[in-house]
C-alpha cells in the first residue's frame, strides 16, 4: 500500500464498530423501538426549512470532522453520513429528506450510550467520549444556524 493510509471509514480497523453503530443509527432509522422514553420530536429543535446533504456536509468540514456518505444512496431513503478519517472516533450523521424538516421522524431512544440531537430533518448521534466531541457539537450549533432556501 505505498505506505499511504486509506482514510476510507469501511477499511480501518474498527470495521466491527463502525458496522455497529451504522446498523443502530439504520435500526432506530427504520424501525423505531418501543419504549416509553422521549421521542427526538421536540419542537425546540426543530424548525421548518429543511437542510441539505451538502448542508450537514459543508457544516462537519468546516467544524474540522469531515464526513462521506456511507452507502449507495436509494431514493426516499434516509442518507447516512459517517467520518471520512478514522481518527476521528465514531458519531453518525442522518439526513433525512427535507421535507421531513419538522413532524416526527419515528425516532425513539432506549438507552443509548451516545448522544442523538436533531437539527431539523437531521439526526446526529456521537459519543461524549469521543476526541472530536466538541467539534460535532460545533457542526451541530452551525447546522441550527443555518439558512436555507
Partial sequence: MDGEADDSPMSS???PARLALVGAVMLLTATGCGSQDTTTRSPANV?????????????FAVEGVPVQRSFEEVAGMPVTLLPRRPELGLFAVTVYRISQASGPLGLRIDNSDH??????NVVISYSAASPVTA????AVERLRRTRTG
Wanted: proline residues 0%; hydrophobic residues 45%.
Fill in 13 to 15: 480497523a474498527r470495521l
Fill in 47 to 59: 424548525r421548518s426549512v429543511g437542510l441539505s446533504v451538502r448542508d450537514t456536509e459543508k457544516a
Fill in 115 to 120: 448522544l442523538v440531537v436533531r437539527v431539523r
Fill in 135 to 138: 467539534q460535532v457539537q460545533a
